[in-house]
Structure formats: C-alpha cells, structure tokens
C-alpha cells in the first residue's frame, strides 16, 4: 500500500472525506422522516382516491430519492462528483425500462389475454387446479 | 485527478507523461458508486417482479398485501434504519477531524439502529408465518419476502462491516485503507435508507391500498 517514494497524503484532506456536511445529513433524515410520515397519514387517513393517493405517494418518494442523491450522497456537478451523477443519469432509463416495460408487458398480457372474471368462476385457471 | 488539489484552482491536465501519483480515494469511491448502481438494479427487478406478483391471480388464495403489511409499525422500521444512517453519516463528519473517539461513537449507535432494524423485521417476519404466510405459499408472497429480506440482507452486511471495521480502526488508525473503507460504507449504508424509502412507500404503503 505504501509507496517508498511518494509518502502517503494524509487520507483525511482528502475531498471525500471533506465534503462530508453534518447539515446536509440532518436535513436528509428529517425530510425522509417527515415525508414518509406524511405519506402514512395520507394512506391511514383512505380520504384520496387510490390512483390519486399512488400518484401522490409515488411523487413523495421519488423527491425523497432526488433529496436524499444531494444531502446523502452529495452529488452535484462539481468536478469531484460528476462522474456518480453522470453515472446515475445514465442509470436511471435502465430503472425506468426495467420496471415500466415489465409492468406494462404483464398488465397488457392480463388486460388482453385472460377471461374476464364471472360470478361464480373459480379464481384459478382450472389447470392449477 | 488530484482531488487533494484547491476546488477553486486551475483543471489538473488531462493526463500526465511522466510518472504520477496514484489517487486511491477517488478511484475505489467511483467504483464502489458503480457497485451500488448496479445493486440498486438488482433491486429494480425485484421490485418489477413483485409489482407483477401484487394481483389477485397469483395470491393463490392466500394473504394479501394489506394483511401481510403493517405500515404503522413498519415506521418503527423506518425511523430505525434512517437514524442508523444518521448516525453513521455524522461519524464521517467526525472523521474529517479525525477525531477517532467520535467516529466510533457514530458506528456503534449505527451498529445498534440497523440491529434494531433487523430485529422488527425478523420478528415481523416470525409473526407473518405463524399466520401461515410463509413464501412458499403464493408467488405474490415469494416475491414479497424475496424483496423485503434483499434489504434486510444488505442492512445484515453493512453491520457486519461496521464489525470489521472497529477493529481496523483502533489497530491502524485513519490510515488510506481505513479510510476508504469507511467512505465506501458510507455510501453503502446511505444507498439502504434510499431502498427503504422504495420498499416501505411501494410495498407497505402502497399494500394497505385498494
């Protein structure tokens, strides 16, 4: 680990290890807390429509996710991190297609291709059975 | 890339002829960061996967999402996991002093949160398959549990690590190793807080919906 010729730098001043904000964590755990909390009384209360109440949910989450990449893991664009957040822009349309096409594959194939549901019909396609 | 060099100061050249000096810091960060891209992958196919699972046809008439999912004392959870990642987000901010008695201060209440943590869910989990919902039971269950234990797995690993690392700290002190390990685990326990969020807002959330 150690080079004979060039004596290690002290690994405290480095940019990783001083880009740490105390401010910028407490913000991160009290906006997650506050927010999830709030989503719960949202689902607990039942006062929304479910497709309002999911759209509702789903758009706390994904500002929580947008919070939590800057107070958390501290990207910006600053040469020190712009290559995670390079790296995750790149990543994000692989959640997107990942998620989106399956779910959307399997509800179009659940919408087109199974009977609809009668009165009196077993759940179960009779081969389970 | 000197990260050591001044923010405000000339771009280092692109490339050097000569020898240079090698920047471990930066480069096992970037690539524990492309690490946890590809986990959170991982678990954007499980989440594809039990958001497929989550329907009637597959419950196979057993329980569903809203009686397997307790939203309320998962918040327990919640706030377990998070001040864990508090706690051992602020002993890095010890560590820029190196003050050594604080950080470890840090890492052991983390220790103890994520223990907490992995004691609701696994007492969760007994209460769930003394009901008879075991994974075994349907494939929305299967994914569920897959999902759900994923991250309890990673919070069981990152403890371990903070285990291994005490050690390291109080033999080698803040040494280049030492340190990035610590900043690795960092980012690894800060990216469980993220998956929570995911798992508690579409699993036991979105499991109490219609």
């Known amino acids: 680990m150690t080079d004979p010729h060039h004596p290690d730098p002290d690994p405290l001043l480095h940019a990783e290890v001083q880009q740490a904000g105390g401010i910028g964590y407490v913000s991160g755990y009290l906006l997650t807390v506050v927010l999830l909390g709030v989503a719960l009384l949202l689902t607990e209360q039942k006062g929304m429509q479910p497709q309002a109440l999911l759209i509702a949910i789903s758009g706390l989450s994904i500002f929580l996710l947008i919070a939590q990449c800057m107070l958390f893991f501290g990207l910006d664009v600053t040469r020190y991190n712009i290559w995670k957040s390079v790296s995750l822009v790149l990543t994000v349309p692989l959640f997107i297609l990942s998620i989106g096409l399956t779910v959307w594959m399997f509800h179009s194939l659940n919408h087109l291709m199974m009977l609809p549901e009668m009165p009196g019909m077993p759940l179960q396609p009779t081969i389970l059975q | 890339m000197d990260a050591r060099a001044n923010p405000e100061g000339p771009l280092p050249p692109l ?20 690490y946890m891209l590809s986990d959170a992958l991982i678990f954007a196919g499980l989440f594809a996967a039990y958001a497929v699972l989550d329907q009637n046809m597959n419950m196979a008439d ?7 999912v307790h939203p309320v004392a998962a918040f ?7 001040s864990s990642v508090l706690a051992y987000s602020l002993a890095t901010v010890a560590l820029k002093t190196g003050n050594r008695a604080r950080v470890l201060l840090g890492i052991v ?15 969760d989990f007994v209460s769930l398959f003394a009901m008879g919902a075991t994974p075994d039971r349907s494939g929305f269950l299967s994914a569920f549990f897959v999902l759900v234990a994923s991250h309890g797995l990673h919070m ?13 700290i109080i033999r ?15 980012l690894f326990w800060q990216f469980q807080a993220s998956v929570w969020v995911c798992v508690y807002v579409f699993v036991y959330l979105k499991g109490t919906m219609p």
């Open chain 2, 15 to 34: 490339w050097h002829y000569g020898e240079t000096e090698h920047d471990p810091i930066s480069t096992k960060t970037l690539g524990f960061w492309l």
């Open chain 2, 62 to 68: 057993g329980p569903t999402a809203a009686q397997v």
């Open chain 2, 76 to 82: 327990w959870q919640t706030l377990a996991v998070l």
């Open chain 2, 109 to 123: 209440v983390a220790i103890v949160f994520g223990g907490l943590f992995i004691a609701l869910e696994i007492g």
């Open chain 2, 156 to 168: 069981m690993f990152g403890i371990l690590w903070m285990l291994v690392l005490i050690p390291q």
């Open chain 2, 172 to 186: 080698s002190g803040f040494n280049t190793a030492v340190v990035t390990r610590l900043l690795n685990l960092r």
